[in-house]
């Protein structure tokens, strides 16, 4: 191989990918770069715009080196929105409503799949603590947690009946 690059493996939205690439490029450049995935935001490394799921775990993409993806699952926000076996979180998702600019939203999304993924049974306290992993700087915090959870509770309403 030429220079330092690497031949990488991994599942990328649910479809196995192989890539060369160097071995500490970053995933948000990889997913943009390479795959042209351009909804995960970049951001700061602290801000979540860019958060993915790597392994079912929501992760900062912009921190995430190339060499840690081997035999990895990574799921962008394009996939949560269009896999069928994310349908049943899209309903959840915070909708435009509730969000201002929509910079954070991406990260707002795989923040609350991330959470559900790991507790289906989320509450409040758990989803709050998710979304505050994403900085807003419109201030749409309230209203994609108030919105949140209406869902989730019209959900669980309409599943007792």
């Known amino acids: 191989m030429p220079g330092n690059l690497i031949k990488l493996r991994f599942r990328l939205n649910e479809q196995e990918v192989t890539l ?15 795959f042209g995935l351009a909804e995960t935001r970049e951001g700061c490394g602290e ?10 775990q929501a992760v900062n993409a912009c921190l995430v080196p190339a060499f840690t993806l ?12 269009s896999l069928k076996s994310f349908s049943e979180h899209r309903k959840y998702l915070p909708g435009e409503k509730s969000l201002r600019c929509g910079f ?7 923040a609350v799949v991330g959470q559900l993924l790991d507790n289906p049974d989320a509450g409040e306290e758990e989803i709050r603590e998710a979304l505050s992993g994403v900085l807003c700087g419109c201030g749409s915090y ?16 309409y599943v007792r009946r």
């Open 20 to 34: 060369q690439c160097a071995p500490g490029a970053r995933l948000i450049d990889i997913l943009h770069d390479h």
């Open 47 to 56: 801000c979540g715009s860019c958060l993915v799921l790597k392994n079912g």
């Open 70 to 81: 081997a035999d990895s699952e990574v799921v962008t926000v394009e996939g949560i929105r």
């Open 104 to 110: 954070c939203a991406s990260g707002f999304d795989v």
């Open 142 to 157: 309230p209203a994609v947690l108030e919105e949140t959870l209406q869902r989730r509770t019209r959900k669980r309403k």
